[in-house]
């Protein structure tokens, strides 16, 4: 299965020409810049209309609207909200977990493991600050998915190894929102 990662597009989603062919598209929040219902509307419009088999996606800090929300009506079969729960596809187990919300809710058995944050000082840095959330970061190292893809530090866009965790920040953008990054294809074997 090729899972291909993009976060943090910030209304930006439009700018994003040649992604690579995979078969889920995960994205890992602040899909808006300022939370509205407009803006959430044109990202599903999009993210409807992209070639991908699957699609999935979390809220990021600044997708304001969602950020209660337990469900999104009529979406398409092939499109997941993981607001704190998980899909299985093709025998992979996923699980997003909504902004800010207890990493307690992560279940045991979790394959691809999607958030925002990221896990404290893993690729987590921006000005000079750590952004990432410790207690998220011990409950990944014990449920031991084999990727941990999240987003939120525009400036640490990268890939680790940690315990035998892949730990990917996908974001799209840097903080100038002028540098688009590469989306993240990953082999899940």
């Known amino acids: 299965m090729r899972i291909l990662q993009i976060s943090d597009t910030h209304n930006r989603h439009q700018q994003l020409t040649n992604l690579q062919d995979a078969d889920v598209l995960v994205h890992c929040g602040d899909f808006t810049d300022m939370g509205t219902d407009d ?19 979390v809220v990021g800090n600044h997708d304001l609207c969602l950020w209660e929300a337990i469900d999104i009506e009529d979406l398409p079969d092939n499109v997941y909200f993981l607001q704190d729960r998980g899909c299985e596809i093709d025998g992979v187990k996923f699980f997003g977990l909504a902004y800010n919300h207890s990493a307690k809710l992560i279940p045991d058995n979790v394959d691809v493991l999607v958030t925002h944050e990221p896990p404290i000082n893993i ?11 410790d207690i998220l970061k ?17 400036d640490s866009y990268g890939t680790e190894k940690h315990d035998g965790i892949i730990f990917s920040n996908g ?9 688009f990054h590469k989306a993240k294809l990953f082999e899940y074997k």
């Open 39 to 57: 803006e959430v509307i044109d990202f599903l419009n999009w993210f409807f209309e992209l070639p991908y088999p699957h699609k999935i996606f």
């Open 171 to 179: 974001a799209s953008i840097d903080n100038s929102y002028s540098v």
């Open 123 to 133: 690729l987590d840095e921006d000005f000079g600050k750590h952004w990432g959330n």
């Open 138 to 154: 011990s409950r990944v190292l014990q449920v031991k998915p084999k990727y941990h893809l999240f987003g939120h530090s525009h």
